[in-house]
């Protein structure tokens, strides 16, 4: 199914596209193959799957550039994955070894990545806002034209630090793109329950924030919605508030009974499924043959089975860095 | 008599309560429909319904607010944050106000709140999901706390905790919650608040632990029996106010303590027990007491979390240090 009316089809670079449909199964793929691991006890603690969501993170980053920070949740594999931290590096470090980009202590809800600018993961809900609008603050005094990317769910909007931050945000006119992922549930809890005003948008423009809702399911809409506030807020309009409206197939994280969906409501999301839907319009287009993407799934594939040999080899921490980076090393042995 | 849970005990404790005194309402993420993250909270929307059985946003410093608003105002409110690390945030309220609003108002108005969260290590996970964080909580005049070790000791613990006038925070070793079954009597009793526990009584050595360490406090135990040592150990169980009396009598006795807590060792509770044992029974003691404790550092994930915990071997090491002073 196609949601998209012919006649807004944006022109679409055929590289271009086929690397937006690579990107949203590279983060598929390897949350499948994560899932396998969690079951088999490699990767242990809490597993929360983006499975649904990939168009949000995958559609964002394209507008960010290198020297631009991103700051995510708990959610934040396929973040992570597209943001640039390698596969075989989230991998291992969800595995808890010491090849991960934490050194195998972050885990899945915690993974760090100086290189691309990933300031985390985050297992506190709401809590990477704070720290998002603080990266902003220092590019603003700083005089850098560098944008941060603050990705959080409709749940971290009823904390505390969702409305301290937007007022900070906007009071000082800081570049911040706020990217609400709302999949319509926190946890067991629907948005109705959890909100007096369900309209995020409204609620981001009481704080003067400018805000647009987003199919979060339409790659092609997030792509041009981050696009465009991307640039606004980079050159010097203060923050802006994307609403991406999303869902999430697989449950909350691994253990779930799901009481508060349908598997109807279920179903009827996965006909919006980003990937195949995707797909079916590059098909139509003419830019995707099924061969294209046999090859790319191919691709895929072998880098995530890498990345999961590279994981299972990886070692484990050492007993006696137990306590070690509590604080500074400087002067140590 | 019905063998249960410690998720079964506290939430028949929470069901009984409820029943019980219409005043005792439940509030916190997801503890309605969902029955909480744990399921302790189970059944309890169903038959009490959402007049009694409050899901809340994700708002933990509210959470905990207005339960001291509805409490001040005469209710029982029974709060959960989902899980230890999640406290923090709420941390304002409890410290600057729960523990506060009877000594500010000299008397005139007390807060009988009680704030359930899973606490401590044990499932593999990270960080804020695995912490001790007692040792914060003790450290605040106002507030008691209180860490059941047993399902038996969570029932009537519970019972007390509700019923008390104070503010109480109620943690729950989640490596316990369905790992022993015990049997738990289906009518009313409690356990008061401020009691440790003599769980095994010996002449030797004096171990004191509290949740989950209990077991591995009890598995050294054994271990020591084996070779002919007499342990009593003590289950503290109400972190505060601590229980002096108990301990103290204990450690004249043995004239040898030992110290199990899985929160990291620098101004962990561990470091007040010496302190006190130190103050009243200095003169006793043939050893110095020992600690086995976390590190510090935050709960790492996750294969060094065994060498983390506290567990029996290390139990034993320390007791035969006290032993062969
Ligand atoms: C401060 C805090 N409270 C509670 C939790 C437990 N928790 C983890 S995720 C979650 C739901 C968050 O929902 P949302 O922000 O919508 O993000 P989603 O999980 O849907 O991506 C909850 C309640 C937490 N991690 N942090």
Redesign the interface.
Known sequence: MNLRAKESMPVLQRDHALHLLREMLRIRRFEEKSAELYAAAKIRGFLHLYIGEEAVAVGVMQALEPRDAVVATYREHGHALVRGVSAASVMAEMCGKVEGCCRGRGGSMHIFDAATRFYGGNAIVGGGLPLAVGLALADKMMRRKQVTACFFGEGAVAEGEFHESMNLAALWGLPVVFCCENNLYAMGTALERSESETDLCLKAASFEVPSWPVDGMDILAVEEAARRAVTAVRSGGGPYFLEFRTYRFRAHSMFDPELYRTKQEVEEWKKRDPIPNFSVLLKEQGLLKEEDLDLIEAEVGAEIHEAVQFAEAGNWEPVEDLTRFVYSEQGRP | MAKLTMVEAINLALKQEMERDPSVVVLG??VG??GG?FRVTQGLYEQFGDARVA????????IVGVAIGMAVYGLRPVAEIQFE??I??AMEQLISHASRIRTRSRGRYYCPLVLRMPYGGG???????SESNEALLVHTPGLKVVAPSTPYEAKGLLVSAIRDPDPVIFMEPKRVYRAIKEEVPEEEYSIPLGQSRIVTEGRDVTVISWGAMLQATLKAAALMGERGIRSEVIDLRSLSPLDDETIIESVKKTRRAVIVHEAPRTCGLGAELVARINEKALLYLEAPVERVTG???VM?????EQ??LPNAERVVEAMDRVLNF
């Open positions: 993420e997801d429909k969902n993250v899901d809340t946003p994700l708002s933990e410093s509210a690390g999640f923090y945030a499932i593999r996970a990270p960080e804020h999901h590190f510090d550092t790492p994930l996750p294969k060094l060498h983390y």
